[in-house]
Nanobody
Framework: QVQLVESGGGLVQAGGSLRLSCAASGRTFSSYTMGWFRRAPGKEREFVAGIRWYGGRTKYRDSVKGRFTISRDNAKNTVYLQMNSLKAEDTAVYYC???????????????????WGQGTQVTVSS
């Protein structure tokens, strides 16, 4: 049974940093893309960042480029999202997701992701 478990969310002041973790288990993810998505209050879920487990190719939404960094630790089967220079508009529930990614690209479409974590709240106070 595939499980994605997020952690690391919390309350932080604008300009601060948080690191989210996503522990993956239940299958081999070497051919997968792992993604971070978020849903802000009153808005739809959106792609934030993704990484190919094999090779490490990454992709980011424009609004987080230069501030967020996605990475993975193969030995721990864990994906991270380092978030720096946080802004109030980054406030959202953040979700980890896994996509089989047969094309070998970093998909941004929600429907292409098969597995989802339960989410972790990130609140940035201004």
């Amino acid at each position: 049974q595939v499980q994605l478990v997020e952690s690391g969310g919390g309350l932080v002041q604008a300009g601060g940093s948080l690191r989210l973790s996503c522990a993956a288990s239940g299958r081999t993810f070497s051919s997968y893309t792992m993604g971070w998505f978020r849903r802000a209050p009153g808005k739809e879920r959106e792609f934030v960042a993704g990484i190919r487990w094999y090779g490490g190719r990454t992709k980011y939404r424009d609004s987080v480029k230069g501030r967020f960094t996605i990475s993975r630790d193969n030995a721990k089967n864990t994906v991270y999202l380092q978030m720096n220079s946080l802004k109030a508009e980054d406030t959202a529930v953040y979700y980890c997701a896994a996509n089989p990614d047969p094309l070998g690209i970093v998909e941004v479409t929600i429907s292409n992701y098969n597995y989802w974590g339960q989410g972790t709240q990130v609140t940035v106070s201004s």
